[in-house]
């Protein structure tokens, strides 16, 4: 089992910048994806970005490719992520997760993951 805590959240204005931080714990060694994922009222859990510890390729959703970044350090046993020219429809729950065992294009596909955090706030306005 891994643990997972995130920070970092928080209320900017739009056009604003935050970075998220989840700090990992636990069976770290089998870890094999690792991802962000946010959930806004009355919608579903939807994929951010995701990152496979093996040869750290990344996956990103459409909706915020080229604004956010996904980043881990090993040596500190943390992921990042770095939100730039935030909108309003960034604001959600955001969650960091950890998979074992997914396929290659399972990065954004949150049933396949095991272990969650409980979540950091994030609220754009306007």
């Known amino acids: 089992q891994v643990e997972l805590v995130e920070s970092g959240g928080g209320s900017v204005q739009a056009g604003g910048s935050l970075r998220l931080s989840c700090a990992v714990s636990?069976?770290?060694?089998?870890?094999?994806?690792m991802g962000w994922f946010r959930q806004a009222p009355g919608k579903e859990r939807e994929g951010v970005a995701g990152i496979y510890t093996g040869g750290g390729t990344t996956y990103y959703a459409g909706s915020v490719k080229g604004r956010f970044t996904i980043t881990r350090d090993n040596a500190k046993n943390t992921l990042s992520l770095h939100m730039n020219n935030l909108n309003p429809e960034d604001s959600a729950m955001y969650y960091c997760?950890?998979?074992?065992?997914?396929?290659?294009?399972?990065?954004?596909?949150?049933?396949?993951?095991?272990?969650w955090g409980q979540g950091t706030q994030v609220t754009i306005s306007s």
């Open positions: 636990g069976y770290i060694s089998k870890i094999y994806c």
């Open positions: 997760a950890t998979g074992f065992d997914l396929r290659a294009d399972d990065a954004l596909n949150a049933p396949v993951y095991d272990d």
